[in-house]
């Protein structure tokens, strides 16, 4: 007689608790993400953090270009931060497993009672040499924060900077 489906469930929610490299809050999906981390703090006043997780895609070179996009209340649309907003193509690692990254924006702060709200949009590609063999591209979400990984310790979709 085999076990119960709730057990199969629970069991094997509890193995993958405790595999390595598979974080509370962090999803183990084959999916990439990316999350604001850093928001205008008081001793880094302007800076925007943008955190990133790749998924390996069959052993391809992983790179990311991270922007950042203002939301335009005029036209109430996003819009991307042209002067200083482009962090370019960076390659993350050379295949072989999901691999974190990220990097952090400053800007002057807005003009006194102005507020800005910004947010990460990420282009993800996986290569093999100059050939690109997968691509995603992905706002930034909540949800990922992570208290034992101190670079995500906070997980945010925007981030508003407000004087």
């Given at each position: 007689m085999g076990m119960r489906p709730t057990v199969v469930?629970?069991?094997t929610i509890a193995i993958a608790l405790t595999l390595p490299g598979v974080a509370v809050g962090q999803s183990s999906t084959r999916s990439p993400w990316a999350t604001v981390n850093l928001c205008d703090l008081p001793s880094r006043p302007g800076a925007v953090g943008v955190r990133v997780r790749i998924p390996n895609r069959a052993d391809a070179a992983q790179w990311t270009r991270i922007r950042l996009?203002?939301?335009?209340?005029?036209?109430?649309?996003w819009r991307l931060v042209r002067s200083g907003g482009d962090a370019g193509w960076t390659k993350l690692s050379d295949g072989g497993g999901p691999v974190t990254g990220g990097t952090t924006f400053t800007f002057p702060p807005p003009r006194a009672g102005a507020r800005i709200v910004v947010r990460g949009l990420v282009d993800f590609e996986w290569r093999r040499g100059t050939t690109v063999v997968s691509r995603a591209r992905v706002k930034t979400t909540s949800g990922h924060r992570n208290a034992a990984d101190p670079m995500l310790r906070v997980s945010r979709a925007s981030c508003q900077i407000v004087r």
């Open positions: 469930i629970a069991t996009q203002f939301f335009d209340g005029t036209t109430r649309a």
